[in-house]
């Protein structure tokens, strides 16, 4: 170390006198005395100030250039030391030699500069003021086609840098993209696939371009998905194949690169693993099946893509995912549910499908988890299943297959995921009045649907519960269901519908409450006064905002609730008909119409 003070002080006298043997001596010696200790060689060069004189030996014509570069990089391993180096105004002369034509001096012009970005806000803005990023990417495009070592080494290391540069900054990311970086990577990875240090780099940039949404775009206008297929099928290492995957999930998100993906041949891929490794107890192994099958699951939720892999269903990719559902495997058989809820996103394939025995398929497997099961697979299960019973073809079909018996053992679950599907697919199965009756005089389904109505932490919950409440009643148009909402104390969850701010949920509530005073108003008299009723009804009439079909139906429920003495008196004390006669002149002319009606009424009763 009393060498190197020695070293740091002769330089000093150097850098002014610029003799270039004893500066290469010098640099020789700082180079081997950071090789030794880095930490603290880089700590006596920011305590000597030396690295001020630095910027001015990075000269293009100097014989010592690419050793001083190296210096830079080395000392700018140390987090210390890159806002030291910007400081020095080492950042422009740096930029000004990636115009150089020696290959050492851009190396380590290319390292330094990328050491200097690592993690450093300072050295990214510096990088980002000089223009740095436009002429390593302008020398790219340029060195692209060389595939001599020397030139892939340097390739590598200005790939490296734009990471480094760009890494985990969106701003600086999106800059990248609008210099279009994409199409120079994708390229690099096509023509360098033999590279491994090279192609890694391409993977790890790519992973983080990907995660912006602006990327999806130009990288859906290469060839990346074949490239990255390509690259795939050569791989035998974990790690490598781990490395492509995260390129893959978030490009796969991209509906016009999932049909992309899929006409490379990604589905093989993924299938092959999946046989590979589905009877391994591997760690390794595990995590595979698992990203591939959720990749298979993925490259699903696009409809195009979808439909192709379908194929009428009788496509080889529908067969085998088929035969995941009664696997061992809790991740295939997740995989495998959530793949049919995919399917099932349009009448065709539904009707293909519950035509073919999927619903016995999939109550087999809720049936595995009834007890202490697996609450993804049951999520996933309960989805598909409410998506095959959208086309009304396939719900008389799903009921007499049992399915909702099948629902119904998963009333007592706990977990608002499994609670939301199991509402969902009953809703979706009860359009038969026969299964609305039916469901409807279920105490133990309407208690719970009541108990969920106020699950204020889970919106998703309380709206699907409210909303199979009112189906039962409209479905069902009985008196036996809606006596049972009422001894459940369910009445009251309706009329706060009434108020909900989706206009699609108001309806349903008010149109299960006029059954209600049509049907049964004496027995839901005391719960509909409780409620406030009359007050909210008037409330939507008298609010601009109500949508026609609520006003509508605001007034058809106030003409049915007139057959009660007390909720008569409550219509009468409030001025409603102020309200009402407003209503004739409604633009929409049913609203006009039933305001008429409804006038005749108030007035005939007052």
Same mark, same amino acid.
């Given at each position: ?12 006298i150097t850098a ?11 640099l020789d010696? %700082? ?13 006596k ?23 001083v570069?190296?210096?830079?990089a080395?000392v ?16 422009s002369?740096?930029?000004?030699l ?11 012009t ?13 050295g ?7 223009g ?8 790219l ?17 200005f790939?490296g840098?734009?990471m480094?540069?760009s890494?985990e ?7 990248l ?13 096509g ?31 290469t ?8 690259l ?10 781990e490395?492509?995957f ?10 016009a690169?999932?049909l ?11 299938l ?7 009877d391994?107890d ?14 298979m ?5 696009g409809?195009?893509?979808m439909?192709?892999l379908?194929?009428?269903g ?8 088929l ?36 619903v016995?398929?999939?109550?087999? %497997? ?14 996933a ?8 019973a959208?086309?009304?073809v396939n719900?008389?079909?799903m ?21 939301f599907?199991?509402l ?6 009860i ?9 409807g ?32 009643i ?8 809606i ?9 009251k969850?309706?009329?706060?519908m ?9 309806n349903?509530?008010l149109?299960?409450?006029a059954l209600?005073?049509?049907?049964e108003l004496?027995t839901?008299?005391k719960d509909?006064?409780s409620a406030?009723?009359v007050?909210?009804?008037h ?9 026609p079909?609520?006003?509508?139906n605001?007034?058809? %429920? ?21 309200v ?22 108030l007035?005939?009763?007052?």
């Amino acid at each position: 170390m009393d060498n190197l003070s020695d070293t740091l002080k002769k330089l000093k006298i150097t850098a002014v006198d610029r003799t270039e043997d004893s500066l290469e001596g010098c640099l020789d010696c %700082l180079l081997q005395a950071l090789a030794q200790n880095n930490l603290e060689t880089s700590e006596k060069i920011q305590g000597s100030g030396i690295l001020q004189l630095f910027a001015s030996l990075l000269i293009p014509q100097s014989s010592c250039t690419a050793k001083v570069a190296n210096v830079i990089a080395e000392v700018a391993k140390n987090e210390f030391m890159r806002t030291p180096c910007v400081d020095a105004g080492l950042i422009s002369p740096l930029v000004q030699l990636l115009h150089s034509k020696d290959q050492e001096v851009l190396l380590q012009t290319g390292r330094a500069l990328g050491n200097i970005c690592y993690d450093s806000h300072e050295g990214r803005s510096a990088v980002d003021q000089a223009g740095g990023a436009q002429v390593v990417i302008d020398r790219l495009r340029s060195l692209c086609s060389r595939t001599d070592p020397a030139s892939e080494k340097l390739l590598t290391v200005f790939c490296g840098m734009l990471m480094n540069y760009s890494n985990e900054n969106d701003s600086l990311q999106a800059q990248l993209i609008n210099m279009g970086v994409i199409p120079t990577l994708v390229k690099l990875l096509g023509i360098h696939c033999q590279n491994s240090a090279l192609t890694e780099m391409c993977l790890v940039a790519f992973g983080n371009l990907a995660e912006l949404e602006s990327s999806k775009e130009q990288f859906a206008s290469t060839n990346i998905a074949e490239e990255l297929v390509k690259l795939f099928k050569k791989q035998i290492e974990h790690d490598k194949k781990e490395m492509i995957f995260e390129v893959l999930a978030p490009l796969a998100e991209n509906d016009a690169i999932k049909l992309q993906l899929v006409e490379a041949g990604l589905v093989e891929c993924l299938l092959e693993i999946v046989q590979q490794k589905v009877d391994s107890d591997k760690e390794d192994d595990i995590a595979e099946l698992k990203t591939a099958s959720d990749l298979m699951v993925l490259l699903l939720l696009g409809d195009e893509s979808m439909q192709k892999l379908f194929e009428g269903g009788k496509g080889n990719v529908f067969q085998r995912v088929l035969s995941w559902i009664p696997s061992n495997n809790h991740q295939l058989q997740l995989a495998g549910a959530l793949a049919i809820a995919n399917f099932a996103r349009n009448d065709g394939n539904c009707i293909h499908m519950v035509d073919n025995g999927i619903v016995e398929k999939l109550m087999d %497997l809720l049936d595995r988890h009834v007890e202490d099961g697996n609450v993804t697979v049951q999520h996933a299960a309960l989805s598909a299943l409410r998506n095959l019973a959208i086309p009304v073809v396939n719900k008389a079909k799903m009921l007499s297959a049992g399915v909702t018996e099948a629902v119904l053992k998963f009333l007592k679950s706990e977990m608002p995921p499994v609670q939301f599907k199991l509402l969902g697919t009953l809703r979706m199965l009860i359009d038969a009045q026969e299964a609305a009756e039916q469901l409807g005089k279920n105490v133990k389904l309407v208690e719970r649907l009541v108990e969920w109505c106020e699950a204020k932490d889970h919106a998703g919950v309380m709206g699907e519960s409210n909303r199979l409440l009112s189906a039962l009643i409209r479905h069902s148009k009985s008196k036996d269901v809606i006596k049972t909402i009422v001894q459940s104390g369910g009445i009251k969850h309706l009329v706060t519908m009434a108020t909900s701010e989706h206009v699609i949920m108001q309806n349903e509530a008010l149109v299960a409450l006029a059954l209600i005073a049509a049907l049964e108003l004496v027995t839901a008299e005391k719960d509909l006064e409780s409620a406030k009723l009359v007050q909210i009804l008037h409330r939507l009439l008298a609010d601009d905002r109500s949508a026609p079909e609520i006003k509508y139906n605001s007034m058809v %429920l106030i003409c049915a609730l007139m057959g009660s003495e007390s909720l008569h008196k409550e219509v009468q004390d409030l001025s409603f008909l102020d309200v009402v006669s407003k209503l004739r002149s409604h633009e929409n002319k049913s609203v006009a119409q039933q305001a008429s009606l409804t006038e005749q009424r108030l007035t005939v009763e007052s």
